[in-house]
């Protein structure tokens, strides 16, 4: 798709903690799919986590420390992509960690400036026709909040998932609510996050949908340990892993097979 | 105020199995947020209301003090009374002053948050028979409970507890079938309009004070607070020094915004402008005009990154699109200011060391700061709040440890990814696919199970290894 001619645009991949820890399949997908998209892939080794753990409890100065790792190792790409609104929402958040003016707070908003999620990063910069693929199947779909308010992404994931022509999109009536991940939160109140998750399984369920998508690792997995706790038989996974057609792999909390 | 702001935790594990609360709740939530998204769909020029709402109330708030000086002028000019309160005591020790010097017996009171605030009915049900005017405030008056929601007080109740509620205190029994809701309007109503003709005093709130004019903006759908403020020979109007505007023309964009975001109403049913006590020449209206201004913490907000919090119009929106509000209600939150206002506020007015778990017990998913009709960056102001609980070391010794802990291991990549390309096999021990159960997990494993790692090793190893078969 890209010229020929045309350097290849050269993006660093922020793989995100999660990803990195719980699956990779993941990670994978989303290089699959920069490469179709025509870029050269990296995946700088000296990488941890966004910050924000640290952030959102109030721990600047840890958070301004992982900020200027990240500013350093990822200086060199032309775009920096993850595959979550709410790592690549914190890496976007950076600049506010350093004083106006200062130098590391140019090198933070121009890491800023250069930093996407994946999905909107594939639809809207390097606008790629939807993958064609052959998944079937009723699924619906949650807008985690970060990629949503921050990023403004609602649309792109619905697109580049209109590729299958077999996928059956049934939204979710509140598809704009929260489900009870909030990062620390799910475990420092763990009564009402709970909850929180078990009225969007109910959504979930009353969809009819069969599989669940989403663009955020921990929204995911959190969605997934409850429709488990639930014994409900719906599967959750990343959008990416539909779009590179990485489907055969046990969706997220399923049990992988012997051997 | 019945109940405190601490242990918020051990209130909210309690409102989450209170099957009535739950009950009152779900069917509040839908409401308010169905309601509001259909009045902005009939309204395009939503999205630029918002910003001159912001507007309207930055300006205000930036000269805060000439608008109080041109109100107070206005306002005395015209027959009323102003008066400064710097805290809470101070406010209802001016207000039981008036009701002392005019000799009364009996307070009629509208709806009013800066009175909830400041404690004003405990220090009035003390002296005077006091009685609540709005419906949902008479109901938890008679249950002997704060309001749970700013603007629907008593959204907590059903419908089965209030008939409870007015069988007893109207007719002395209990046990009595289910009444229908018009059947209890009508008796709320036919019991206050005695108290509303009784009254020697009326307690209103304010939702907008008018600079320019001296007047006072309240807005209702029952009208109780035009008989509140009318029929009592005195009206006392409390209320925060940041509910000032210029002028009548703000009023009017302001309104628009406050029904709409509030309860999805083009406008209110009813919306009364009172300027000045009564003259020579009207034929209703009270002869003595006092308005109470409170301080309370908000001319130390104004001086720092807190200011656009005096921004708030007490629509109720950023909590009927909480999914914390809507889980546990509004009593959970400890003060009269519930969901993310009043994990901002509360924080403000009562300090963070008694409430920090308000900014805390929160998602961050910003859909509060997305349905603000004067657009305060809730989210951000809840995030600072927690900065500043590190800092102050309010967090506690054992979660400052662990997030420092992981902060100083999550800045060397390479000993973090040694660390976790250990813990993944041992994590895998503990089943297939997810675990019930996981070590040092309870609080993730309480209500779900815990999603284990899949695949053959971080993706930093697999990587590796990829790149390494490339090279060779």
Not at chain 2, 5 to 21: G, H, P, Q, T, Y
Not at chain 2, 57 to 70: M, N, R, S, V
Not at chain 2, 292 to 308: A, Q, S
């Amino acid at each position: 798709m890209a010229d020929e001619q045309a350097p290849r645009p050269q993006v660093g991949l922020f793989v995100t903690c999660l990803v990195d820890f719980f699956r990779p399949g993941i990670g994978f997908a989303s290089v699959e799919l920069l490469e179709q998209a025509g870029c050269q892939v990296t995946v700088p080794e000296a990488q941890s986590c966004c910050g924000q753990p640290a952030y959102n409890s109030g721990d600047l100065a840890d958070t301004a420390g992982l900020a200027r790792q990240v500013i350093e190792n990822f200086a060199a790409f032309d775009y920096v992509v993850a595959p979550s609104g709410s790592c690549a929402g914190q890496i976007k958040k950076y600049p506010d960690l350093f004083e106006t003016g200062s130098a590391w707070r140019r090198r933070a908003e121009d890491l800023a400036g250069r930093t996407y999620e994946i999905l909107s990063f594939l639809d809207e910069v390097m606008q790629i026709e939807p993958p064609r693929s052959d998944f079937s199947g009723r699924v619906t779909y949650h807008d985690s909040c970060s990629g949503l308010r921050q990023l403004g992404i609602k649309d792109q994931p619905r697109r580049l998932l209109s590729g299958s022509p077999a996928l059956e999109l049934n939204e979710l009536s509140e598809s704009e609510t929260c489900c009870g991940f909030g990062g620390t939160f799910c475990v420092k109140y763990p009564d009402i996050s709970t909850r929180m998750v078990n009225d969007k399984t109910d959504d979930i369920l009353a969809t009819g949908a069969e599989t669940v998508l989403g663009g955020d690792l921990g929204c995911l997995m959190n969605i997934a340990g409850r429709l488990k706790r639930r014994g409900a038989p719906v599967k959750v996974r990343h959008a990416v892993e539909v779009l590179a057609g990485h489907t055969s792999e046990p969706a997220i909390g399923d049990e992988e097979e012997a051997g | 105020m019945a109940v405190a702001e601490a242990d918020f935790r051990a209130r909210a594990r309690k409102a989450l199995s209170d099957e009535d609360l739950q009950s009152a709740l779900a069917k509040a939530k839908g409401g308010f947020v169905d309601k509001r998204a259909n009045a902005i769909l009939d309204l395009p020029e939503f999205e630029a209301l918002r910003e001159r709402g912001r507007q309207i109330k930055d300006h205000t708030l930036a000269h805060l003090d000439t608008y109080l000086e041109q109100f107070e002028g206005n306002v005395t000019r015209q027959g009323g009374q102003v008066h400064y309160a710097l805290d809470a005591e101070s406010a209802r020790e001016t207000i039981l002053g008036i009701c002392r010097d005019a000799a009364a017996k009996q307070v009629i009171k509208a709806k009013t948050m800066a009175g909830e605030e400041v404690g004003l009915n405990e220090a009035l049900e003390a002296e005077f028979e006091t009685v609540e005017s709005d419906l949902g405030e008479y109901i938890i008056q008679l249950a002997k409970e704060p309001p749970s929601h700013i603007i629907a007080p008593a959204v907590h109740k059903t419908r089965a507890q209030i008939t409870e509620l007015f069988d007893h205190h109207h007719h002395q029994k209990s046990g009595g079938p289910l009444r229908e809701t018009p059947d209890l309007v009508d008796e709320a109503r036919g019991v206050l309009r005695e108290k509303f003709l009784g009254a020697d005093i009326g307690i209103s709130g304010a939702n907008f004070l008018v600079a320019e004019t001296g007047t006072i903006t309240l807005v209702t759908n029952e009208g109780n607070a035009d008989l509140s403020t009318s029929l009592p020979r005195v009206h006392i109007a409390i209320a925060g020094v940041e509910k000032l505007v210029p002028s009548m023309r703000e009023v009017s964009s302001m309104l628009r915004l406050l029904a709409r975001s509030a309860t999805g109403q083009q406008i209110t049913a009813y919306t009364t402008f009172i300027t000045g006590a009564r003259r020579p020449e009207d034929l209703d209206g009270p002869e003595e005009l006092h308005v109470v201004l409170i301080d309370n913490g908000r001319t130390r907000m104004l001086g720092d990154e807190f200011r656009e919090m005096l921004r708030c119009i007490r629509c109720g929106a950023c909590m009927n699109h909480c999914p914390v509000y809507s889980a546990i209600g509004g009593h959970a939150y400890g003060w009269v200011y519930p969901g993310p206002m009043g994990a901002v506020l509360t924080p403000m007015f009562r300090g963070l060391d008694s409430s920090q778990d308000l900014p805390n017990a929160c998602t961050l998913n910003g859909r509060c700061q997305s349905v603000c009709p004067v657009k305060i960056r809730l989210p951000y102001l809840i995030r600072r709040l927690r900065d500043q609980s590190f800092e102050q070391q309010i967090t506690g010794p054992f979660a400052r440890w662990a997030i420092r802990t992981w902060g100083w291991l999550a800045r060397r990549p390479a000993l973090y990814q040694q660390l976790t390309g250990l813990m993944r096999p041992a994590l895998r021990l503990f089943g297939r696919g997810s675990a019930r159960r996981v070590p040092l997990a309870g609080a993730w494993t309480a209500g779900r199970d815990f999603p284990l790692p899949s695949g053959k090793g971080t993706f930093q190893q697999q990587w590796r290894e990829k790149r390494g078969e490339k090279r060779t």
